[in-house]
C-alpha cells in the first residue's frame, strides 16, 4: 500500500545549522544543488505520494515562494507561523487537511544513499505496512551507516516490531527521518506542541510500532559540517 498524501516537516527553526540559517530556513539549505526541502518531496513522489502538506515557521514567507514555484507538485501549506507546535502537534495542525488514509510524515534534513535504483528504502517501507497489525511504520538504519547522528541509538528490532532504547546504554537501530502512520493516532491529543515519540512510546508496548530496516548509507543533515560531508558525498 502507497500513502497518496505526505506530511512533511519544515517548521524547525534550524538553530544548529547556523549561520545558514540566518536568512533561510533549514529546509531551503542547499546540498548537492538542491535545497534539503526538493530532495524529500522528490524521494516521496518517486515513491508514489500526490499530495504534500508541508508544515511552516520560520521565515514562512520564504518557504511558501519556493513550494509555490513548483507547480509539478500538489502542496498545501500548513502555518504554524504563531507557535511551534513540535512533530505531534504539527501533525494534529495539519490533521483537517491529511484525510483518514495512512500518511508518509517525513523530516527534512534526512539524505541517503542507495546501492540499489533509487527508492528502494521507501518500497521497502510501503512493501511492509500493514494497517492491521501496526499503527506507524519507521524507517530505521544501522547505526554503523549513519552520519550527523550522534548518540546511542533509538532502538531495537524484534520481527519488525520496535522498542525503545529506553535505559539500555545503546541500541543499534535509528530512526531515519521518514514514516507511515495512522494519521488518527493524534486525534486523542490535546492541541499544541507535543512530540511523536510521546505516541510511539505508547505504541512499542502494544506492537503497533513496526521498523523497516535500511541498509545504505544514512546522512542525518543538521549542522552545517554534516551538510559539507553530504555536499561532497552527492558529488560522487
Not at 534539503?36 to 508541508?54: E, P, Q, T
Not at 491529543?189 to 511523536?196: H, I, K
Request: net charge negative; glycine share 8%; charged share 25%.
Amino acid at each position: 500500500m502507497i500513502p497518496k498524501t505526505a506530511f512533511v516537516l519544515a517548521a524547525g527553526l534550524g538553530t544548529r545549522m547556523r549561520p545558514l540559517t540566518d536568512d533561510r530556513p533549514k529546509a531551503l539549505v542547499e546540498v548537492g544543488g538542491r535545497t534539503l526541502i526538493d530532495h524529500m518531496l522528490d524521494r516521496l513522489s518517486a515513491a508514489g505520494a500526490k499530495r504534500f502538506v508541508v508544515n511552516v515557521h520560520y521565515f514562512a514567507d520564504r518557504l511558501e515562494a519556493h513550494l509555490k514555484a513548483r507547480s509539478d507538485l500538489d502542496i498545501i501549506i500548513s502555518d504554524e507561523r504563531d507557535a511551534l507546535l513540535e512533530t505531534g502537534g504539527g501533525l494534529k495542525k495539519a490533521r483537517p487537511l491529511l484525510g483518514d488514509a495512512p500518511i508518509w510524515v517525513a523530516n527534512i534534513d534526512s539524505v541517503w544513499w542507495e546501492s540499489a535504483p533509487d527508492g528502494t528504502a521507501l518500497k521497502a517501507l510501503c512493501d511492509q505496512w500493514s494497517p492491521a497489525e501496526m499503527d506507524a511504520a519507521l524507517l530505521v538504519t544501522s547505526m554503523k551507516t549513519s552520519h550527523g547522528f550522534d548518540g546511542p541509538g533509538d532502538f531495537f528490532l524484534t520481527d519488525g516490531r520496535l522498542a525503545f532504547r529506553n535505559d539500555a546504554p545503546s541500541a543499534p537501530w535509528n530512526y531515519m527521518g521518514v514514516h507511515i502512520t495512522k494519521p488518527q493516532i493524534v486525534d486523542p491529543e490535546a492541541d499544541g506542541a507535543f512530540s511523536l515519540s510521546r505516541l510511539w512510546r505508547r505504541l512499542a508496548p502494544e506492537g503497533r510500532l513496526h521498523g523497516t530496516v535500511f541498509d545504505g548509507q544514512w546522512m542525518h543533515v543538521g549542522d552545517p559540517a554534516a551538510r559539507d560531508y553530504a555536499e561532497g558525498r552527492l558529488r560522487y
